[in-house]
């Protein structure tokens, strides 16, 4: 049985870092990617990035410079880590597995970070 | 960017009834295209693969067509358990993007 599950702080000062654990069990990820994705409250989601099976990564341009994806094999997990957090930030923060072609199949519960000091 | 532009953004409708949610594509993507239902504090469910391709344990009345620019989600006979928001998302650019959502609410 697939199953992902965020965790990590849930309000962040402005200006700092995020960081966000993605806890993975029934896939190895190895052979598995996973992506990050948002939605801010009562908006849209928004694909921020992926590290692949491989361990090489892909992200959103919008938000690249901000951003770092990585994991650690050994403990199913995979790290998202975003700076200088702005208000605009605000938002629940999914994982998900993304399959080679491209899209979403198993999506975490999803961890709510509030920016504001 | 690939902007996937959903329509209407509400759509309201009496349980029984059968509709089709649009998206549109800012260019052609072949069929390169997926939806995805999701309800008030869940996350994302994966419902049509690839326009068109069923999903393991999805019910049958979700159906999906389209290619190039037009694409469509169908519900035939809506259930009370459908009223919720659906989103497109697109994978023919590396830079994934999503539809800004349908919602599909009780007339």
């Known amino acids: 049985q697939v199953q992902l599950k965020e965790s990590g702080p849930g309000l962040v000062q402005p200006s700092q870092t995020l960081s966000l654990t993605c806890t993975v069990s029934?896939?190895?990820?190895?052979?598995?990617?996973v992506s990050w994705i948002r939605q801010p409250p009562g908006k849209g989601l928004e694909w921020m990035g992926v590290i692949w099976s491989n361990g090489g990564t892909d992200y959103n341009s919008a938000i690249k410079s901000r951003l770092s994806i990585s994991r650690d094999t050994s403990k199913s997990q995979v790290f998202l880590k975003m700076n200088s957090l702005q208000t605009e930030d605000t938002a629940m923060y999914f994982c998900?597995?993304?399959?080679?072609?491209?899209?979403?199949?198993?999506w975490g519960q999803g961890v709510m970070v509030t920016v504001s000091s | 960017n690939i902007v996937l532009t959903q329509s209407p953004a509400t759509l309201s409708v009496t349980p029984g009834e059968s509709v089709s949610l649009s998206c549109r594509a800012s260019q052609s993507i072949s069929t390169s295209i997926h939806w995805y239902q999701q309800k008030s504090n869940e996350s994302p469910r994966l419902l049509i693969k690839?326009?068109?391709q069923s999903i393991s344990g999805i019910p049958s009345r979700f159906s999906g067509s389209g290619s190039g620019t037009d694409f469509t989600l169908s519900i035939n006979r809506v259930e009370s358990e459908d009223f919720s928001i659906y989103y497109c998302?697109?994978?023919?650019?590396?830079?994934?993007?999503f539809g800004s959502g349908t919602k599909l609410e009780i007339k």
């Open positions: 998302q697109q994978s023919y650019s590396s830079l994934l993007t």
């Open positions: 998900a597995r993304e399959k080679q072609l491209r899209y979403f199949d198993y």
């Open positions: 029934g896939l190895s990820l190895t052979s598995n990617s």
């Open positions: 690839y326009a068109s």
